[in-house]
C-alpha cells in the first residue's frame, strides 16, 4: 500500500481547459511534492509545498495543501498537448524520513 | 551537465541469472535511491543510501541487493532470488536524506524483461 490515493487516476480533456489532480495520504507529513513522468521516462520535479504552507504556484501550477484533510491538489492551467503525462505526489513524512510516492494521475491533454 | 546516468536502458535476462543495473551521479549528492515501477503503479522504494558505505532497506528489498562504495555509485545487483524482477527501475539521488530533504533528482530509468 502507498498510504495514499491519487484521483483521477486517469484525466482525459482538451487543449486550453483546466486540469485537477488529487492526492489524499494518511501519515504526518513535512512536506508533499508532485512529479511528472513522460511515458518510459525517469521522473522530473514539479513542485514541493511545505506543511505549513497552503498553495504554491509555479508558472502554470498551481498546488494547494490542506493538513487537516491530508489532501493536496495539482492544478494545470491552460493545458497543452505537451501536458501529456503521468503525475506523482509524493509524500515526505515526518516519521522516518521517508518520500512515499502514489499510484499517479494519468493526463492526457488532446489538441 | 549534472545528471544522474542509468545503464543500461533496456536489459534482458534469463531467469535464474543475476544481473547488475548501474547508477552514477555527479551532483555531490549524499542519498541515493532505488525504486521499482511496474505497468500503471506508483514507486516503490527497493533501497536508499544516507551517504557513503551506508544502506537500508526499502519496502521491497527481497530478492535485491546494493553497495555504496563511492559516492557517486549506487549499483543495483537483481538477484536470481527476486521472483518477479520484469520492471522499470529508477534511480534517484538528493543532497541529504531527512525530514527537511527536498526534491529527488531521477535518473532515466533502466526496464529489465526476464525471458
Known amino acids: 500500500s502507498q498510504q495514499g490515493e491519487e484521483d483521477p487516476q486517469a484525466l482525459s480533456i482538451q487543449e486550453g481547459e483546466n486540469a485537477t489532480m488529487n492526492c489524499s495520504y494518511k501519515?504526518?507529513?513535512?512536506?508533499l511534492q508532485w512529479y511528472r513522468q513522460n511515458s518510459g521516462r525517469g521522473l522530473v520535479h514539479l513542485i514541493l509545498?511545505?506543511?505549513?504552507?497552503r498553495e504554491k504556484h509555479s508558472g502554470r501550477l498551481r498546488v494547494t495543501l490542506d493538513t487537516s484533510k491530508k489532501s493536496s491538489s495539482l492544478l494545470i492551467t491552460a493545458s497543452r498537448a505537451a501536458d501529456t503525462a503521468s503525475y506523482f505526489c509524493?509524500?515526505?513524512?515526518?516519521?522516518?524520513?521517508?518520500?512515499?510516492f502514489g499510484e499517479g494521475t494519468q493526463l492526457t491533454v488532446n489538441p | 551537465d549534472g545528471g544522474i546516468t542509468q545503464s543500461p536502458k533496456y536489459l534482458f535476462r534469463k531467469e535464474g541469472q543475476n544481473v547488475t543495473l548501474s547508477c552514477e551521479q555527479n551532483?555531490?549528492?549524499?542519498?541515493m535511491y532505488w525504486y521499482r515501477q511496474d505497468p500503471g503503479q506508483g514507486l516503490r522504494l527497493i533501497y536508499y543510501?544516507?551517504?557513503?558505505?551506508?544502506?537500508q532497506k526499502g519496502d521491497i528489498a527481497e530478492g535485491y541487493s546494493v553497495s555504496r562504495e563511492k559516492k557517486e555509485s549506487f549499483p543495483l545487483t537483481v538477484t536470481s532470488a527476486q521472483k518477479n524482477p520484469t520492471a522499470f527501475y529508477l534511480c534517484?539521488?538528493?543532497?541529504?536524506?531527512?525530514?527537511?530533504?527536498?526534491?529527488?533528482?531521477f535518473g532515466e530509468g533502466s526496464r529489465l524483461t526476464v525471458l
Open positions: 534517484a539521488s538528493s543532497i541529504f536524506f531527512g525530514t527537511n530533504t527536498g526534491e529527488l533528482f
Open positions: 501519515t504526518s507529513i513535512n512536506n
Open positions: 509545498i511545505r506543511s505549513n504552507e
Open positions: 509524493a509524500r515526505r513524512e515526518t516519521s522516518g524520513s521517508r518520500l512515499t
Open positions: 551532483l555531490n549528492h549524499d542519498a
Open positions: 543510501s544516507q551517504i557513503v558505505n551506508d544502506f
